[in-house]
């Protein structure tokens, strides 16, 4: 068991995983010579040489695109988008071939591919370096969608993510990348993708959150202890497949259900969860299921964002709300 | 079919575990009198009519 | 080497062949057999025969939009016949002869026009991707899939294909671009044939050649005559060999014409004047490479006549036992997104197989 | 009064627009010459000249790209992309500029462009011409999406979107092109963006659709009457910004939803729909908000797309199985 | 036609004065005032100086994370200076002096850099569009001004900047492309600085030269020296001539150095060694073109030191002002996202405000 933090964590898994399965190819802008912006994949390019792991020219579709050719000619890419605020010149490539290959060609070609990114805010950092744009990639059908809130769930959900047969967009909070460690088991392990995660039990609300607004909510919860407020915590890990069965679960047990996540409020993720709350647990609702989220504004600079975040005592604002409805 | 519907089209409001409840215990929810805001029928409500009414029989 | 001696910046264009079908340029003439030739002529014959019928059963109603190739039978046999089992192919949509050529079998072809998806589902030992619709896309893919090749190792080479319209996508110089800096096995072939839909290829670039947009990635490049088979041959094994010794990729201008529509839902008299296309008709590959083979003493009206009659029977047949394909099955909508059908997927399958159970009753 | 169809109805409205103001310039791939795949723009390039009406290379991020600066500089750019299954390309340009930079110029740079696009399936078309992709559009913010349904709006919403000083995602129901012909106005004339339209009023439930989805709607209505339930419709037509307090209304109402649409189901645009009736009528709900929506896979092909497309028969059940609840 | 004499193809690059700062191609010594030079200069000394303090600002936390433009004052001092107040540019991240020279007050470039979209409010009569992070997309942007232009019949050009790095990415060459099929104003510079934060030129392309991928475009294109504010001056010069001219759009590749590190978030030493550096440091513009004013007599080390002394405080003043500023306004959130804010921001604006009142009292 070593103590490691969300960074060394993807870095370990990606070093582990290239050992046992030389067809596991790792590339993108820097991620080659000086191990990417943020060194999520320092050291592997020396490891395993610039063959199995290499800096691209600065084209996003290219990554994609390439990655994709690869994939079909059984290699394992795992490629990086140096901030998910620059994903979009790969759209085209990650939408409507990446997720469709396998559908298109009934089932002859497939792209198991894993493309990261960094993503989320709260960094104070440049323009289309703080967005969280989860929904849309979760609205295409062949994708998945994961995103890790601990060291722990980040290494095995990396490495189902490069074992999994179709393509998985890992996204990384970045505002977690060093923010805590946490001892994770030194072999490989798998943290299942489309599994959500009980992080704690209570009788009140159901609150489900993902990556980064994993410790505010938690921190809201502790807060919440002299209000004798408790609550069912779910980390959702995959924001597509979603488990809808544990947040019915847990909803039905509660009555009440709060979504929190980074994104802008309407057409998110949250709005999902809520209308799965309606379909699966709609005759246990004492309040009507919310969602607590960025505002419908592109991500403020520096100076403005914390009015943007989603924090703890908004969290515990919005919860008492739906305690009392 | 359609005639299983709510009494004469009158509204209430009320969260869906109340109109659960309301139908658990056969109480139309349409003759219970809310008492939360703006005349919300609440779970005490439903339980109230219930019981007066059993009492009645 | 051939893109050195031809210079698309003089505005010098690689032909063997004129448009009488005679070799004008023996130096260059490619080693090849009669029996290749009479082969490429029986595909490029037999993709045309069957343009010529999907546009008959178009009108019928019988099948949905599709995009003819007819008129760029030449540089798509040619090219496909330069490369080796083992190969890789990349294409837009516009390709059937390449597909004929490399074994995507004609009902494969038809099932796609027809609109099923298993028309996509090329057989295990055909190197080649589904059609790719998104303009540029493809080109992409096969940087990737030579990076694979090298990566292993492997003696293969990719071939993609993109039209003149194609040229004007980021993604197509990317890839260029791309491949040029990992020096991939890559070689790229622009099927010029004058319109995307219903734009010129004068409008698409200031640049005089379409071939001189290899300069930007640094990689050899040349225009040929696309509707002269010998010169396309020629100019792919070259490029070939060029990938197979590791030298890197290489873009090849194949100036053709589209005969058809751009697809059955254009109206090209629309944007192309009557004369504009008698004129190209003359350049026609098909009638040009019979020609040669006529003078060369391999082909006769007689042989003609049989081919077109056994081409014609054979599209007929094949076009009639595709026809009774039935209806997608309900399964088969959710069974290839993901490797497994996700809880959520399965839920919507068997919520709709229910609905319809209920409702046939 | 023209008795006119959806194409009709966008050519004569951009005709009149161009007459006048001058400053409208009409572009895209095949936009000028021929008018456009669907002659949406036809007679456009011979009435005003190759200045205002013109064919672009082949370049979607061109065209929107491009359309941004002319906008910045005053003018108002009508840019067509062919489907709106090839705008990924120009996904960049329009979510990280054209929806931004006001925002991000503090409105000293605007963007007043309209970006028009064919939208939706049941055409047994080819691959990557059948999607609806509103929901990725509309989570957007600076963005506005519009979605008309009948001639009449087409004409309206257009000369809105025009004269609208942001920038507009126009998307246009192409099974609906030519499906049907309406007497309207022949003036110049607005209807509102974000403003949705009760097409018919009703007791039982609120069914909220737009586009293609509406003539389905009131087929279904019509089977509904020997059913004997009655049926608020609602056009929503704008789908971002949404006109919450039509819908909200109708619901208090009826205490009842669903929302029908041709995308894909998961973080559609049903679920904020959904999300928005919980958060402003939950307390009226009869039975769970719901959506009846396509499949989440990829738009099939032709010979499986009947099984995908939403239909009366299908409306009928979903709003039967509402009303039983 | 400076153009047609440097060829890139045969690896010529245009330059007037060397590293020392000595005239070494007298016959294209563009005319120029020593006012000009003087003006130029002190822009060159006043950007560096910016950064400089900035990176002190940086790493004692009173500024975020910013990319200098050290080493890069030349190109784009001598660009900007070529064009006039009634033309436009589109730049990228990285064009810290031409931004200056333009007249964007150095207190909204501050504003930006610590977080403020004020910062990006350019004045009124500025003609500069704001910062653009991701890669390659401003230079459709002056594709589209460059339209507007045309279709006015104005007499204007556009400067679009660009990266090395950044011609690797599709947008730039679909401008280019696309530019040159519209024979816009457009002038293309590339700031070929060696790298892309880690990544080297050399990765990025197998093309020789930058300069060369204008070939693809089909326009002019040319490699000068970034570093000898003369040649950039002549080459930009002669592009704004053919711009306004009607002729269409040129591309530059103008070859120059970062000094600095990527931003202040990247380590340089990571991917240069020390050695190289330092080679690299010689060909710095500031002092090759302060020789140049020394060796001319109209420069020496007093000037310098006034100017400094100057520059430094003017700096020092602006950043402190800046310093000062409150965070963004609740308000200021909400208010540019459309013309007017819609019904859902509304709730949104108030439902906060409400909350932030409750919780203050
Ligand atoms: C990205 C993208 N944009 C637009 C289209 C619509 N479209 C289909 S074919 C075509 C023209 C293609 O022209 P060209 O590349 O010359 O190929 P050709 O059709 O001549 O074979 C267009 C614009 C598309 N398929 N993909
Ligand atoms: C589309 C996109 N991809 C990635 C990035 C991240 N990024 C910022 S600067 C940069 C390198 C740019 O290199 P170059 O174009 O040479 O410009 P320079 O930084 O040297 O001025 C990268 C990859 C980005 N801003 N935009
Ligand atoms: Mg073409
Ligand atoms: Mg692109
Ligand atoms: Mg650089």
Redesign the pocket.
């Known amino acids: 068991m070593a103590v490691l933090n969300n960074i060394e964590a993807l870095n370990q898994s990606l070093m582990q995983m290239m050992e046992t399965d030389d067809t596991i190819i790792v590339f993108g ?2 991620s080659g010579f000086e191990g990417g ?1 943020f060194r999520v994949t320092k050291g592997l390019q020396e490891k395993f040489g610039k063959e199995r792991c290499f800096d691209t020219p ?1 084209t ?1 579709a290219g990554i994609v695109g390439s990655g994709i050719g690869m994939a079909i000619t059984g290699l394992k890419p795992v490629a990086e ?3 998910q ?2 994903v ?2 790969a759209m085209n490539q990650i939408m409507i071939h990446a997720a469709r290959m396998r559908n298109r060609s009934r089932g002859r070609f497939t792209v198991p591919m894993v493309i990261r990114m960094p993503y989320g805010g709260a960094v104070r950092a440049l323009e ?1 370096h703080s967005e969280s744009i989860e929904a849309l990639f979760a609205h295409i059908p062949g994708l998945k969608v994961v995103i890790p809130s601990n060291p722990y769930d980040t290494k095995g959900l990396m490495i189902s993510a490069i074992k999994d047969p179709d393509p998985v967009i890992f996204l990384e909070p970045k505002r977690l990348y060093r923010a805590f460690k946490q001892e994770i088991p030194d072999e490989i392990y798998e943290v299942p993708i489309g599994k959500a995660r009980v992080l704690q039990e209570g009788e009140d609300i159901t609150v489900v959150a993902w990556g980064a607004m994993i410790p505010e909510c938690q921190k809201a919860i502790t807060m919440l202890k002299e209000n004798n407020v408790s609550v069912d915590l779910i980390d959702l890990r995959t924001i597509s497949p979603i488990d809808k069965e544990t947040i019915s679960q847990s909803v039905k047990k509660t009555g009440r259900f709060l979504v929190v996540h980074e994104a802008v409020k309407s057409f998110g993720a949250g709005a999902e969860l809520i209308s799965i709350v309606n379909e699966k647990a709609f005759l246990s609702l004492e309040a009507p299921p919310s969602r607590l989220t960025g505002f419908d504004v592109t991500v403020p600079l520096a100076k403005g964002e914390h009015h943007f975040i989603v924090n703890p005592e908004k969290i515990k604002n919005k919860i008492m709300e739906l305690i009392n409805f | 079919e359609k005639s299983e519907k709510p009494s004469l089209r009158k509204k209430v409001l009320a969260t869906p575990v109340a109109r659960k409840m309301a139908k658990d215990l056969g109480v139309d929810i349409t003759l219970v009198k809310g008492s939360g805001t703006m005349g919300r029928v609440m779970k005490e409500d439903i339980k109230n009519f219930h019981s007066s009414d059993n009492k009645k029989k | 080497m051939l893109t050195e001696i031809y210079d698309p910046l003089k505005g010098e264009m690689f032909q063997v062949m004129d448009q009488t079908g005679t070799i004008v340029n023996k130096d260059y003439m490619p080693e090849i057999s009669d029996e290749l030739i009479l082969k490429m002529y029986r595909t490029m014959m037999l993709s045309r025969t069957q343009d010529e019928k999907s546009l008959q059963y178009q009108r019928q109603g019988r099948m949905l939009t599709f995009a003819p190739s007819m008129g760029q039978e030449g540089v798509q046999v040619a090219s496909a016949a330069a490369i080796e089992k083992t190969d890789w192919v990349s294409s837009a949509f516009r390709e059937n002869a390449t597909w004929l050529w490399l074994g995507q079998p004609m009902e494969n072809l038809f099932l796609y026009w027809i609109g099923s998806e298993e028309g996509s589902r090329i057989p295990e030992d055909v190197n080649l991707l589904p059609i790719a619709v998104p303009i540029g896309t493809q080109c992409n893919h096969a940087v990737g899939i030579g990076m694979s090749i090298k990566f292993r190792k492997q003696n293969s080479v990719v071939l993609a294909y993109i039209g003149d319209g194609g040229t004007s996508e980021g993604e197509f110089y990317e890839a260029i671009n791309y491949a040029g800096a990992m020096n991939t096995p890559n070689i790229f072939i622009i099927q010029n044939n004058q319109f995307a839909i219903s734009t010129p290829r004068s409008l698409q670039t200031k640049a005089k050649t379409l071939a001189q947009k290899g300069v930007a990635a640094g990689i050899p490049c040349i225009q040929v005559d696309g509707n002269d088979i010998f010169a396309v041959y020629a100019a792919v094994k070259e490029a070939v060999e060029r990938g197979r010794n590791g030298e890197g990729p290489t873009l090849i201008e194949a100036v053709t014409y589209r005969i058809g529509p751009h697809t059955t839902a254009d109206d090209p008299t629309i944007y192309r004047t009557d004369e504009y296309h008698q004129e190209m008709l003359k350049t026609d590959p098909i009638i040009r490479t019979k020609n040669y083979m006529i003078e060369k003493g391999i082909w006769d009206d007689e042989k003609e006549t049989s081919l077109k009659e056994e081409l014609e029977n054979l599209v007929e047949e094949t076009f009639k036992k595709i026809e009774q394909t039935p209806d997608t099955s309900l399964e088969d909508i959710f069974k290839y997104t993901y490797a497994e059908m996700t809880e959520n997927l399965k839920e919507q399958y068997e919520e709709y197989k229910a609905f319809l159970q209920r409702r046939d009753k």
Request: proline share 8%.
């Open positions: 802008e820097d912006v600065l996003e988008i140096q901030f605020g620059f979009f010149p289309h």
